[in-house]
């Protein structure tokens, strides 16, 4: 099996970002991003997804922490969408449920090449500690847009905004690991009647 590890670079007037990605590590994860929060839930990712990321990055967070986040996203969605390769053999399809406390998550996410977001969460406080909720958003589009993948992520239950952020990049983590993984009955084979994802 080819290995699954890339390294990305994406350098704006607004934000430089570095990121190491292997698809098939064992969870390890380092984070400087400048927005502690984002790198809580980032780690949520790597440690629910097997997967080992590191990211630096350097914002414009004398202005708000927007572009940023928005940034990483992308930048994300670029290295899973080249880590990814050319689709043969993996699942495709993932999904998670997973609870923290009261919260209750469902993540729903598919390789199609086709990026779409369907968002369907509402924090009960708009900041969770310093960083501001209506971000997440900004990051799973930019995530999608350029990783090429159709996301669902509904928040079912929670009165605890720090709870039903966690639950959420919990379970995108494990959606993903289940999606990327290969099939050896699927050995070669594209998981689509086009034959092209």
Do not use: C
Not at 4 to 31: K, P
Not at 147 to 159: E, F, Q, R, S, W
Not at 164 to 179: C, D, H, P, Q
């Amino acid at each position: 099996m080819t290995l699954r590890t890339v390294q990305i670079q994406r350098n704006t007037l607004e934000t430089q970002i570095n990121i190491r990605l292997n698809l098939d590590g064992t969870g390890q994860a380092s984070f400087m991003t400048g927005v502690p929060f984002l790198d809580h839930m980032l780690d949520q990712i790597a440690r629910h997804g097997l997967i080992d990321l590191a990211i630096e990055a350097q914002g414009d967070l004398h202005i708000d922490a927007h572009h940023t986040v928005e940034d990483i996203g992308i930048t994300l969605g670029q290295a899973v969408a080249k880590a990814i390769g050319d689709k043969k053999g993996i699942y495709r399809y993932g999904h998670a449920y997973v609870p923290l406390d009261e919260a209750l998550s469902r993540v729903v996410i598919d390789f199609s090449g086709r990026p779409g977001l369907f968002y369907d969460v509402h924090f009960p406080k708009a900041m969770i500690g310093g960083f501001d909720a209506d971000l997440f958003r900004e990051f799973f589009q930019g995530f999608v847009n350029h990783a090429g993948v159709t996301l669902h992520i509904d928040n079912l239950k929670g009165v605890n905004s720090h709870h039903i952020a966690e639950t959420i990049f919990k379970a995108l983590g494990k959606a993903i690991r289940m999606a990327i993984t290969h099939d050896e009955r699927m050995a070669g084979i594209m998981p689509s009647t086009k034959g092209v994802l």
